[in-house]
């Protein structure tokens, strides 16, 4: 496994993300950000920042394995979420959650950026993954 996901000593500590990773392999992975749209392009859980977090995730996943990459292999996640403020956050992270349980991964070094709007109205998140495999 090319990479190697760290929390250490001195910097705070969540089990949300890890701060660092450090990666060894030589081709790079760079997903496109990733909304809540299924297959058929329709946008799911519509104002639920929960279940659009977990589908964007489902999605990264899913550019993740055409690639032949897993979240095992992700370096850095970028998530931007319209008109952020910290009460979101347990909506946030419960989609983080119900993700991580269902594929089994634990999130790499990740920026949350808040943003006024993204391309379409409805969309509450978007999510953009670099992943380095062997």
Sequence with gaps: MPVTLLNPDGLMKTEMYRQVAIATGTRQVHIAGQVAYDAEGQLVARGDLA??????????????????????????????????????????????????????????????????????????VEIEATAVVD
């Design 51 to 124: 279940g659009q977090v977990a589908q964007s995730l489902r999605n990264v996943s899913i550019a993740l394995t055409a690639a032949g990459a897993t979240f095992k292999d992700v370096v850095r996640l970028t998530f931007y979420v319209v008109d952020w403020k910290r009460e979101l956050l347990p909506d946030f992270a419960a989609g983080i959650e119900r993700v991580a349980g269902e594929l089994k991964f634990v999130p790499a070094p990740a920026s949350l950026i808040g943003v006024s709007v993204l391309f379409e109205p409805g969309v509450l």
